[in-house]
């Protein structure tokens, strides 16, 4: 008897590990602890940030999933139906003192509203359809509401998720600008300045100058040593294959400071990539390549 016991010990704790391999390919590392099952998005705390390439072209996105609770026990069907809510995102700011808009619901859409979970598909991808370039600048987000289960419950704490997405080319993110402004014939302006800026994606090979002080596009500098900025002066950089700076726009539209600036001649305006990316940028505005002239040296400080 003791022998066969003997034969038996190693069979059955094949027996347990198998199981509980198997517990853990549905489960990870979680037991299962509630014959409830409950449905939620998998962003418990209900926030999430997405960052995309830039392209103008229609793309589908994977933002969230939907699925059962990690500790749900499962042994039937559900089906789920969500549903934009931008009022969702008025609701974060509030509680956050962030400034993120709603994209209007014409921007985008769901490629499904609804889903059906199972004991095999505990988590499925929600997907929208979005082109990047209509959410390039600003800070942008979307809202997203479970608004009807059968088969299974709601979850209370993870039922509503606000997504905040961006764009980002190779030349986004926080710089720290180190700058000087010529103009004699302002000598209150005139001098070294230092501010930080963001360089926000608008194209696939471009980026505007964001000068959060002053929430708004702008180029800074100091007025007698004092953070100042015009409202009408924002450059919008323009790189070539080589990263080299190719043309500046005035992203203002200002038609006295003019359209377009001009990128001084033999100043070397670029991009240099690496562990710690710089941009180079020297340029004047209003035709005046001797009394217009902003000179900045924009160090990378991280993502946007």
Do not use: W
Not at 197 to 215: H, K, L, Q
């Amino acid at each position: 008897m003791r022998r066969a016991a003997n034969k038996l010990l190693p069979l059955l704790m094949l027996s347990v590990f198998m199981a509980g391999c198997k517990r853990d390919m549905v489960f990870g590392d979680i037991t299962p602890n509630t014959d409830r099952p409950i449905v939620e998005f998998s962003e418990i705390h209900g926030f999430k940030s997405i960052a995309m390439d830039y392209t103008d072209q229609l793309i589908e996105l994977d933002v969230t999933d939907i699925r059962y609770m990690i500790r749900s026990s499962v042994n039937t069907n559900a089906t789920v139906k969500i549903m934009i809510n931008s009022s969702l995102v008025a609701d974060y700011n509030a509680e956050n003192g962030t400034s993120y808009t709603a994209v209007p619901i014409t921007k985008f859409s769901l490629v499904t509203d609804q889903f059906t979970l199972s004991p095999s598909d505990r988590s499925l991808p929600v997907k929208i359809r979005i082109k990047p370039s209509d959410v390039a600048t600003g800070e942008n987000a979307i809202g997203l509401t479970i608004v009807e289960v059968n088969g299974a419950e709601k979850s209370e704490v993870a039922g509503n998720l606000v997504i905040a997405l961006s764009v980002k080319n190779k030349y986004d993110g926080k710089y720290h600008l180190r700058g000087h402004f010529t103009r004699t014939d302002l000598p209150a302006y005139n001098g070294p300045f230092e501010a930080d800026v963001e360089m926000i994606t608008s194209g696939i090979n471009s980026v505007v100058m964001y000068y959060p002080d002053f929430a708004g596009v702008a180029q800074p500098f100091f007025n007698n040593g004092s953070p100042a900025g015009f409202s009408n002066v924002g450059p919008e950089v323009y790189f070539n294959a080589a990263d080299q700076v190719s043309s500046i726009v005035n992203y203002t539209g200002d038609p006295v400071t003019g359209p377009f600036m001009t990128p001084f001649p033999g100043a070397n305006s670029r991009f240099v990539g690496g562990a710690t990316p710089v941009i180079y940028l020297k340029y004047y505005y209003n035709t005046n390549p001797a009394n217009r002239i902003f000179a900045d040296t924009l160090i990378y400080t991280g993502p946007r």
